[in-house]
């Protein structure tokens, strides 16, 4: 069998052609199948017909025998009663037995037209004797020659009765015999019915299954070598013998697993490359950060420093300082703190990307850092006519966490709020939903794109310049304050439209565990 679909794979046709070819086949065997019962019913009818002329055969000499009976008893009669009426009897049943015996002998059967012609033969000298009485009976001797004639036509009465019997008993043979030719021929007619039926359906599954087989080894061939592919082997090969599309597929898929392991290859050598590229970004991330910190760290010293010898200028501890240089050194003062601030933001930042940023968690009031944010920005808002409110609930329970971090990420949002609101109010709000804190900082500002608001809290990233540049900004205060809120366990998010002002809101626990740490990915600039 696997010689067979082996043969039929190795056909140089379609598999369309090979389809149609193993259809044609079983449409020929179903013709066949279709001819032979239409022969067999065409046998059946006419056994069935000769069946019927048999029995018609066997009804017409009985009715031989009937008449032949019938005339008998109306000869005797006539001699006895000397009735002539009776030898009209006679003839008439006569001519119904010359009739009978007429459609038996038309079908010219060998075995019969002798005794039909005996039997013939037989009558003729019967109806001898029927004229015999007929004519003693109008000369009225009829009693002289009434002995004579009896013995003669009880004679001749027995051999037609005798011939007339085997008549029928011969017609009875002939119809029993053609009853069990009939029967033998269904028998036959039934059983090759059955083998032809059960030779076509052998033919037909055969040619099904070499023909399916021929099919399913190239696509079970074809599954092993894609698993093997699907883990990652792109040696294993496909050896379809088909001469088909499915050899033509196999040599594509083998083609396919070459170019397959030729691009696996190539990213595994990718991969390593980026990992090592990784491994340097890594390293030089960390020594960016360790430079940030260092520098930070250094940059600081000096620059308070400055800022105490130019408070103690302006406080005139080194004498009385001229009015032309008051407003000098107290811009001095201004842009020496906004400049520790930016110190003070990237020493963080260092901090937090290289992991050792730390909580310091205790107790805190959430009505005191609200309170803290708002004394120092005041100031701020009243300069610029700002309507500057809190709410924060009564009675809020102590929480825990680091009041320092959190009072400088509201600082941060709240300062921006500040800064990006010409007119109108800003608002701080606090509220306890469940277990967490819910800060809120609104304003009435320019508000943020929608495109944009996904990218508000990365690091030295500002909104869109041609709308925030004027108010200034490096852009590390919403992601530090991002990266604070986080190390609480909390989350941060903004709601804004454009001309209507935004809306930030972030949400920590209220009372945050020591296992609150952070641990940031490394950042890459």
Known sequence: MGALVRWVAGIPASLHTKLMAAFLVVTLLFIAM???????????????QQ?????????????????????MHFSVLALLSRDESAIGRVLRENNRFNELLAKLDAAELREQHDLVEQVRAS??????VVADTANAIRDRNIGDVTTQLLDHQE?????????????VNVERDRMAKLRDSITEANRTSLVTTAAFSVAAVVLAWLCGFVISWSFIVPVREAQAVLAQVAAGDFTKRIAVPNRDEFGTLGERMNHMSEELGRHDRAKREAAAELNRLNARLEQASRAKSEFLANMSHELRTPLNAILGFTEMMADGLYGEV???????????????????RLINDVLDLAKIEAARMELALRDYSVAEIVGTVHA???????EKGLDFRTEVPEHLPLARGDGGRLTQCLMNLTGNALKFTQRGEVRIAVELR?????YRVSDSGIGIPQGELENVFAEFRQVDATVTRPFGGTGLGLSI?????????GRIWVESRVGHGSTFFFSVPLRVGEQARWTSEPFFT
């Open 155 to 167: 004679r001749i009465d027995a051999e037609i009765s005798t011939r007339v019997a085997s008549l």
């Open 123 to 128: 009558q003729d000298e019967a109806m001898s």
């Open 434 to 438: 469940g277990e967490e804190l819910v």
């Open 51 to 71: 069946l019927d002329e048999a029995h018609e055969r066997v009804a017409w000499a009985q009715q031989i025998e009937q008449a032949l009976a019938r005339q």
């Open 376 to 382: 120092s920005l005041r100031a701020l808002a009243r």
């Open 34 to 48: 279709a001819g032979f019962s239409v022969r067999t019913l065409l046998e059946t009818a006419q056994h069935s």
């Open 481 to 489: 304050s991002k990266k604070f809120i986080e190390m609480h366990g």
């Open 322 to 340: 001229p009015e032309a240089l008051k407003e000098p050194l107290q811009d001095v003062g201004v842009n020496g703190r906004h400049l520790l």
